[in-house]
């Protein structure tokens, strides 16, 4: 994984922050933590490079951890249709619903390079009872 230096404010404090971290090849994200040395504050980062020229990497930030959170969501909304499946199981025969199977974001690299970055989704278990 390519590795980026990089340099950003505190939201809070406004403090300096330098980190190093290896950055996943789009579509793969990897997540990271920044912590703030002066106030402590946690800044939740999505991070992926650009496929094609590997020297450019995109980030997002907020203070939620967004894939977490993404992923949290997408969970419930499985166990509750596996739920509305489950209970309506005598009834209907075939019970489809589709589960969206990643969150993407299409991102533009400085390179010109169009491409997506992905977050996995929990998917609904197949029922062959
Ligand atoms: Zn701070
Ligand atoms: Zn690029």
């Given at each position: 994984m390519p590795e980026f230096s990089f340099r950003q404010y505190c939201s809070v404090c406004g403090n300096k922050i330098h980190h190093t971290i290896d950055v996943a090849i789009a579509p793969e994200m990897t997540r990271s933590e920044v912590i703030c040395e002066k106030c402590q504050d946690h800044t939740n980062m999505l991070l992926t490079t650009c496929?094609?020229?590997?020297?450019a990497f995109q980030y997002f930030i907020s203070d939620l951890d967004f894939a977490e959170e993404v992923q949290r969501l997408s969970g419930a909304y499985v166990r509750l249709i596996s739920g509305i499946r489950n209970s309506l199981k005598e009834v209907i025969e075939e019970f489809k619903v589709p589960v969206p199977k990643k969150w993407s974001v299409g991102l533009s690299c400085t390179c010109g390079n169009e491409f997506t970055a992905e977050i996995p989704l929990p998917q609904l278990e197949e029922n062959n009872e």
């Open positions: 496929p094609e020229c590997k020297e």
